[in-house]
């Protein structure tokens, strides 16, 4: 009886172990892409790139997200749970200052609150080098496997007109071929 007891938990732990190394895959900021970041909140400003475009704020913070305190907090939908793009905040602090990394958490949380909806409230997202809401890492795959099944469709659509264009095939085929593809969407 013991010795069926020891063999279960120790099944059981081994289970455990290995569903965590499972779930811990992709956990850390620093191995996310700022673009993917970006299309899984559903911004709208993605494709910018000055100094203070959420894309340069995100590389600063990925950058860094080892070495320093840093707090993302972003909005979500209060009935649904659902994140939103509404606000966001990225609150850091470098070596030598005397703020705790939990006054960090509080200060992006009390920014990012400022800005949100009323039937919104603001949770944080990354704190250092960890993805605390472990949900929006399946966000972040379903956004990036959408753009890449949209700019796959988007790059057969125009190697089809293409053709159409240099006369290789005719009206009724691009027609046809463009009808299939956007069928198979």
């Not at 909140?41 to 080892?66: H, P």
């Not at 707090?71 to 850091?92: G, L, M, P, Q, W």
């Not at 992006?108 to 890492?137: H, Q, S, T, W, Y």
Request: aromatic share 10%; proline share 1%.
């Amino acid at each position: 009886m013991r010795k069926t007891n020891f063999l279960f938990f120790f099944l059981l732990i081994s289970l455990g172990l290995s569903l965590n190394s499972l779930s811990n895959e992709k956990t850390k900021v620093s191995d996310l892409d700022p673009k993917d970041i970006c299309q899984a909140l559903e911004r709208t400003d993605c494709n910018k790139t000055d100094a203070y475009s959420f894309i340069s704020q995100m590389k600063k913070y990925i950058n860094a997200s080892d070495k320093h305190c840093f707090a993302f907090s972003v909005s979500r939908d209060k009935r649904t749970k659902n994140i939103t793009n509404t606000s966001f905040y990225i609150k850091y602090q470098g070596g030598g200052w005397n703020n705790s990394c939990k006054q960090n958490q509080l200060q992006a949380l009390g920014k990012c609150n400022r800005d949100a909806n009323e039937d919104e409230e603001c949770i944080i997202l990354f704190n250092e080098n960890k993805v605390m809401i472990p949900n929006f890492l399946s966000q972040i795959n379903n956004s990036s496997e959408n753009l890449q099944t949209n700019n796959n469709i988007n790059f057969k659509l125009k190697k089809i007109k293409s053709l159409l264009n240099e006369g290789l095939i005719t009206e009724e085929q691009y027609e046809e071929m463009s009808s299939k593809i956007l069928e198979n969407f």
